[in-house]
């Protein structure tokens, strides 16, 4: 029995026989059926079947609606795009698709248009590099080239989201010389510009990933300040989960209070006397991470469970191992 996907595909295919249609109006309707399975896809296989109609419009598509095939091309790599899993195959048609778009639209498309494609080949190619198959700068390239369009004033939302993608490239590049701190330093200030100009209210997701990202740039990097880093960090935290709740987003609340535990955990109660050490944060801290592992758990997400709780039983028997002034307090945690 064909599944739902399967008959869409079906039935778009039969109306582009049926139809009494010029040709670039059946291809733009097989290309708007692909959208509408494209969105929110219930499952890898309406994603699949969106690429088959995509790839069905471009063999039906007059080679003098070369706009069309441009804008046909595009969509196409944001599917391959959203395929789950580490598929290299499918980044790389999307790069390639994403190329085709950007040298037919570059003639006569719209600004905002070859600025989403950069958008675009800049997220592929990022995620291309993390396999060794394209330079990171490529992807640092492309964000930046975006920019230009995609600028704060009249696009916050897509130039708060240009500005996290450049942070997590910088990030990602491996920490090997003296220019390696810069990098750290222009990520952190990627985040803090992109949140300069939205805010909670009207970009809710895009506030809470920046600060997310943010806490985690700070946590991580590799300064004398770590201390101060990590304050501002849970900061960041703190306001990211005004956004990210249990209730909505489970995944990514979960993600943050991980964050945040980890955060936590390194710690020292008292700033002014760091070698009191931390069992305090360490409490703090294992509640914390119980809680995102249940969700991940809960989510069917046993990587990431499983490396909670590996750590879990480290800040156990470190807490087990401390002196018992206050026995009962801890015992209360370890439960």
């Known amino acids: 029995m064909p599944s739902r996907a399967d008959s869409q595909v079906l039935a778009a295919l039969s109306a582009i026989e049926a139809e009494d249609a010029s040709l670039p109006e059946k291809v733009e309707m097989l290309m708007e059926m692909a959208m509408g399975l494209q969105t929110r896809p219930k ?19 007059p080679a003098e609606f070369y706009l069309l095939r441009g804008r046909i091309h595009a969509r196409l790599a944001t599917a391959l795009q959203a395929i789950p899993g580490d598929d290299l195959d499918s980044l790389k048609q999307a790069r390639k698709n994403l190329e085709a778009a950007q040298l037919i639209l570059k003639l006569e498309g719209s600004p905002e248009e070859i ?7 800049g997220l592929t190619l990022q995620n291309l590099a993390a396999f060794n198959a394209a330079p990171i700068t490529a992807a640092i390239s492309a964000y930046q080239r975006a920019l230009r369009t995609f600028n704060a004033k009249s696009w916050p939302k897509e130039f708060a989201i240009l500005q996290n993608n450049l942070a997590t490239a910088f990030l990602s590049i491996p ?54 880093n990590n304050l501002r960090a849970l900061e960041a935290y703190d306001e990211a989960l005004k956004v990210r709740t249990r209730a909505a987003t489970p995944g990514e609340y979960a993600n943050t209070i991980a964050n945040y535990a980890n955060c936590l955990s390194n710690l020292p109660d008292d700033r002014e006397r760091p070698e009191d050490g931390n069992p305090g944060n360490l409490m703090r801290a294992l509640a914390k991470y119980r809680e995102a592992s249940a969700i991940f758990m809960e989510a069917g997400e046993n990587q990431k469970a499983e490396a909670i709780a590996g750590v879990v039983a480290e800040i156990e028997a470190e807490l087990e191992a401390l002196p018992r002034p206050n026995g009962d307090a801890r015992q209360a945690a370890l439960r």
Do not use: T, W
Request: net charge negative; with cysteine; aromatic share 6%.
């Open 43 to 61: 499952s890898p296989d309406q994603l699949r079947q969106a690429i088959l109609l995509y790839e069905k419009a471009l063999e039906l598509c």
């Open 115 to 121: 600025a989403e494609i950069e958008m675009n080949l």
């Open 175 to 228: 920490f090997s010389d003296e220019r390696g701190k810069m990098r750290e330093a222009l990520a952190v200030q990627a985040f803090q510009e992109a949140l300069k100009h939205i805010d909670i209210i009207d970009h809710p997701a895009e506030y809470a990933m920046l600060q997310n990202n943010l806490g985690n740039a700070l946590q991580y990097a590799s300064s004398s300040h770590a201390v101060e």
